[in-house]
């Protein structure tokens, strides 16, 4: 079991995504755990995106989804589903939450444009929304109106992913601003593929700044509610995708030529809001 647990964190602790695996303010004692997510919807994504699995995607995602299935049926041998199986019922998680995740990997080989935003709000509730609810039980708060809110906050920053990272996504032929949002600012997909900067694409990324702000907005009072460091934690993470949105705005919405990120001046002004709890 332990060797199982290590194997996660050795994954977590090696890739560069800032999943708050390694985080300090994570307590320790359950850094294990959500390790153990981690690892599995890491390897899940790379058989979804890695060059390497072209061809054997779908199929690889399958027998990921049936190790899943036999969890509790027959004992796993492989080490992320022994620590997975364990952080499941130590917490009590809904296994449900783990297939929503699949779904999302699955969606990222077969689709690649959406029509509307429903679409992809619909994406995010199995892409994102499942993140924050498992993070929730493992940390001891899975009262209903918390996870609500989550979902918010979650649907929030996968949008903000999708519109800081417009020009990478295109390198594997993704497009994730709604046709239909694309059309009601005069825009074709040729538009965005050519990667041609104009005002009508500042309009509608704009646009999609606004609503994604909005739904950090609807999701803000979970940052007050939790105490201690998962709070400061939240209160990070919340501030820091509202402010890479901000930084879409103030670079006039020109994703193409500048990437937004955040970087170490934004830091102190970040945990300042988040310890006073802004």
């Known amino acids: 079991m332990e060797e199982s647990f290590r194997y996660c964190l050795f994954l977590a602790r090696n890739h560069y995504e800032n999943f708050p695996v390694a985080s300090l303010i994570v307590p320790k004692n359950l850094r294990p755990y959500i390790a153990a997510v981690y690892a599995f919807a890491r390897i899940a994504d790379d058989f979804a995106d890695e060059k ?4 054997l995607r779908l199929d690889l995602l399958k027998a990921w989804e049936n190790e899943l ?3 509790f049926v027959v004992p796993p041998t492989h080490p992320v589903f022994i620590a997975l199986r364990e952080t499941i019922s130590r917490f009590k998680i809904p296994i449900s939450l783990f297939y929503d995740l699949l779904t999302a990997f699955k969606m990222d080989v077969m689709v690649k444009r959406y029509q509307d935003f429903e679409q992809i709000l619909n994406y995010c509730r199995y892409s994102a929304n499942p993140v924050g609810r498992i993070v929730l039980y493992i940390m001891g708060y899975p009262a209903p109106t918390f996870l609500e809110y989550s979902d918010y906050i979650c649907t929030a920053l996968q949008l903000a ?7 990478i996504d295109l390198e594997k032929d993704r497009i994730y601003l709604p046709l239909e949002d694309m059309q009601r600012f005069g825009l074709y997909e040729e538009n965005i593929t050519s990667k041609h900067y104009s005002a009508q694409f500042k309009k509608l990324l704009t646009f999609e700044v606004h609503r994604t702000l909005e739904l950090f907005e609807r999701g803000k009072p979970l940052i007050h509610k ?3 460091r998962f709070g400061l934690e939240l209160r990070l993470t919340w501030h820091g995708g509202t402010t890479i949105l901000r930084k879409i705005l103030s670079g006039h919405c020109n994703v193409f030529e500048h990437r937004p990120r955040l970087g170490l001046l934004d830091v102190p002004l970040l945990l300042l809001k988040s310890i006073r709890k802004k």
Do not use: L, R, T
Not at 52 to 55: A, D, K, N, T
Not at 162 to 167: E, Y
């Open 161 to 167: 992913n999708f519109w800081q990272d417009v020009a």
């Open 69 to 71: 299935k036999n969890i």
């Open 226 to 228: 939790i105490p201690g």
């Open 52 to 55: 390497s699995y072209e061809g």
